[in-house]
């Protein structure tokens, strides 16, 4: 739509009518001759003295009236302005880590149809399940077993991060269990961001057997660096080695960095773990609007000077060819 950026300043327009009216004519100074009897010059001639002025035509003023109002056009500056366009910025970020250990591949959870499953297969469909709710979060995907590896850097591109989640398998990462340098990883890749709010999620079914970074370290760290993490347990916390989960552990971690512990041991309440988490951590953002704006002040701005290079133009013309015709006339003569 077109608009003008100082629609005020076109209340000047009368001050071209004020100046006409009350300003007195400019009067160029010029040579005279004075002589005794000049009212007697008067009176021979028929002709009587009046008080010099300027003589101007109508077409001189209205051009004068057709430049000031055009200038004013262009002051006031008129724009084309285009729809807004809007953007959104996501102001958090939730980076995903889970444990593709050896154990995850037991098949003691169920699908849908009640088939059996493996633990892996029942995270991946739920965290896919998860990622395609979030459509405004930036996302970020851990897996980790002996070591914790970034399969996924924090992104919009969701379609692409199911499809690296798809890709992971059991024992990618290792057979064992290293919680702590999950963190660890989860707190260099979080820190890089601008987000405002910095999210992990944590899922595991065993207990820590391999970090360098003991867990509850790992923790007092993601706490200073300001993350929240939230752990989900699944699994058997009677079992032994690399099978044992360990609830307490976990429920330390979440404690220290203001999170909280959940623990899901079948498909439902996995289900419902990520349900909550999806109402804990709600979707924001930032919307950015910005309306294009294409100044037009070199329209009016052109018009008056154009208007004005034509009127001298043609008066030039109308000398030369006035000129011309005076000196044919004498030479008739």
């Known amino acids: 739509m077109w608009r003008l950026e100082y629609p005020w300043l076109l209340a000047a327009a009368p001050l071209a009518w004020a100046a006409y009216r009350w300003l007195p004519p400019y009067v160029q100074a010029r040579s005279a001759l004075r002589t005794p009897f000049f009212d007697t010059m008067a009176r021979l001639t028929g002709k009587s003295p009046t008080r010099p002025g300027v003589a101007a035509g109508a077409g001189q003023l209205w051009l004068n009236v057709a430049v000031w109002l055009l200038l004013l056009l262009a002051i006031a500056r008129p724009q084309w302005v285009e729809p807004p366009l809007t953007h959104t910025e996501p102001v958090r970020d939730i980076l995903l880590a889970v444990d593709i250990s050896q154990s995850m591949d ?26 395609a709710k979030r459509g405004d979060d930036r996302l970020g995907l851990i897996v980790f077993g002996t070591g914790a590896y970034p399969q996924a850097p924090l992104t919009r591109d969701h379609a692409t991060l199911s499809l ?52 509850p370290r790992a923790a007092r760290l993601a706490a200073s660096h300001h993350i929240v993490v939230h752990t989900i347990g699944i699994g058997d916390p009677q079992a032994s080695g690399e099978d044992r989960v360990d609830f307490d552990a976990l429920q330390a971690i979440a404690n220290a960095t203001g999170g909280r512990f959940f623990r899901a041991g079948d498909l439902t309440a996995l289900q419902e773990v990520y349900a909550e988490l999806d109402r804990l951590t709600p979707q924001e953002v930032n919307t950015l609007r910005h309306q294009p704006k294409h100044e037009y002040f070199w329209a009016p701005l052109a ?31």
């Not at 037991?106 to 990622?131: C, E, K, L, N, Y």
């Not at 890749?189 to 970090?211: C, F, P, Q, Y």
């Not at 030039?316 to 003569?333: D, E, F, I, N, Q």
């Open 106 to 131: 037991s098949a003691d959870f169920h699908d849908a149809q009640g088939r059996p499953a493996t633990r892996w297969q029942a995270v991946r469909d739920v965290v896919s399940d998860f990622i």
């Open 303 to 333: 018009a008056a000077l154009a208007l004005l290079a034509l009127w001298h133009a043609v008066a030039a013309l109308r000398m030369h060819v006035g000129a011309g015709k005076g000196r044919g006339s004498a030479s008739w003569t």
């Open 164 to 215: 690296l989640l798809d890709q992971t398998a059991v024992g990618m990462a290792g057979p064992n269990t290293a919680i702590g340098d999950a963190i660890g990883l989860g707190i260099r890749m979080l820190d890089a961001a601008r987000e405002r709010d910095k999210v992990m999620i944590l899922l595991t079914d065993g207990n820590d057997t391999a970090s360098a970074v003991p867990p």
